[in-house]
């Protein structure tokens, strides 16, 4: 079974191509470039360089949200189009659940955050335990601060993941959460993947017509109530 | 607050050029101002300011306008944006932080504003070509740009 996976949620981009339990290529980029430009170049080159070519993929996946609200939509409607052209089942992930992938085979909590700005993040936190990930909490928008106090009832070594992550890092002086090292910090497709699967054998998989971006938004009141207490807090 | 007082529109494009001069590439500049205001002469100055010479116009329908300049503009116009799902699908929040913006009827999106944006406030009078401008957020820069 060939898989295709993508994420663009955020500002890294990437493609990664997983076949029998294997990541046979995996490609990355974190430089600030449009996904517009760099999704279909990247699909194109994993594809060519691996000797595949898109009509012997099985399945796709994507990481269609949390996240930006361009870059969901480009991954989304990116697999959507090679999906539909050859009407292959497509696999729905969690940006959050993708990063506590990163992972797999280690033991920890994992706290998932995408930067939300003013100071809330996107998050779910995840126990890893070996191969098995259990969700804790559903995706989410929340207040740092009140992100915080619950981080500290865990009582367990939490990881910090996500482009939230140092938000969160530097607004807490709790000992057991750390941040997690550059090359497991953000969601990428190889996780993706590793998500995916799971789904794809649980026969968790959507039509490319029925593949959807999926947006955490925080309520028109609690928006007004930050901007408000924000307010406040910039005359003091 | 920088207050002054223009007496034409091309004195308008003057001031919005005189402000461009004192920005650093990722503002967000919130105008306020009824139809007729100014608001789009005023950002043709900005633009102008930062090296964008033509293409610029209020993105009434369009809701966004990117132009590439000394730094990268993203002139809004939230005159049809009505609630905040409207404004969720403009992609709005990720622009922010990547170029200068510019945005006008932030009348109707005000709660989303960055707290630390730049106000200007156009005002008419009655003299037919006369404005008065209100800039919060620029103090420091009043000798330059008064």
């Not at chain 1, 709790?174 to 910090?185: G, K, T």
């Not at chain 2, 049809?80 to 929040?93: C, E, H, P, S």
């Not at chain 2, 008419?124 to 401008?133: A, D, G, L, V």
Request: hydrophobic content about 40%; charged content about 25%; aromatic content about 8%.
């Amino acid at each position: 079974m060939l898989m295709l996976s993508v994420d663009s949620s955020a500002a890294p981009a990437s493609v990664c191509l997983f076949e029998d339990g294997k990541v046979i290529a995996d490609y990355y980029l974190n430089t600030g470039f449009t996904h517009s430009q760099t999704l279909m170049a990247m699909t194109e080159s994993v594809l060519k360089i691996s000797g595949k070519s898109a009509d012997m993929i099985d399945v796709y996946a994507v990481n269609n949200g949390p996240g930006s609200f361009t870059g969901v939509r480009i991954g989304v409607s990116a697999v959507k189009g090679m999906a539909y052209a050859s009407d292959k089942p497509c696999i729905e992930v969690s940006t959050l659940q993708s990063m506590a992938y990163n992972f797999l085979g280690s033991h920890a909590v994992i706290c998932a955050c995408m930067d939300a700005r003013r100071s809330q993040v996107y998050n779910a936190l995840f126990r890893v335990n070996g191969d098995e990930i259990e969700r804790l909490c559903d995706d989410r928008a929340i207040a740092i601060e009140d992100l915080l106090p619950e981080l500290q009832a865990l009582n367990d070594e939490i990881i910090l993941v996500g482009d939230g992550a140092e938000l969160v890092f530097g607004s807490t002086d709790n000992a057991s959460v750390r941040l997690a090292a550059p090359q497991l910090r953000y969601q990428r497709a190889s996780s993706v993947a590793m998500a995916a699967l799971e789904k794809y054998n649980r026969g968790e998989s959507v039509t490319p017509a029925a593949l959807m971006p999926r947006y955490l938004r925080l309520s028109q009141a609690e928006r007004e109530r930050n901007a408000k207490k924000e307010r406040e807090g910039n005359e003091t | 607050m920088i207050r002054k007082v223009t007496r034409s529109p091309q004195q308008t494009e003057e001031l919005g050029a005189k402000l461009a001069s004192v920005l650093k590439g990722r503002e967000m500049i919130a105008m306020f101002g009824d139809l007729g205001a100014g608001k789009t002469a005023f950002t043709r100055g900005l633009c102008a300011g930062l090296g964008i010479s033509d293409g610029v116009c209020s993105p009434t329908f369009a809701i966004v306008n990117a132009y590439s300049g000394k730094y990268p503009v993203y002139h809004f116009d939230m005159y049809r944006i009505t609630d905040a799902d409207d404004l969720f699908a403009t992609g709005y929040y990720d622009y922010i932080g990547n170029g200068v913006i510019i945005i006008e009827w932030s009348e109707n999106i005000e709660s989303e504003l960055e707290p630390d944006c730049i106000r200007i406030r156009i005002s008419k009078t009655e003299s037919e070509n006369e404005r008065i401008f209100e800039i919060e957020g620029l103090d420091d820069y009043a000798d330059v740009i008064c």
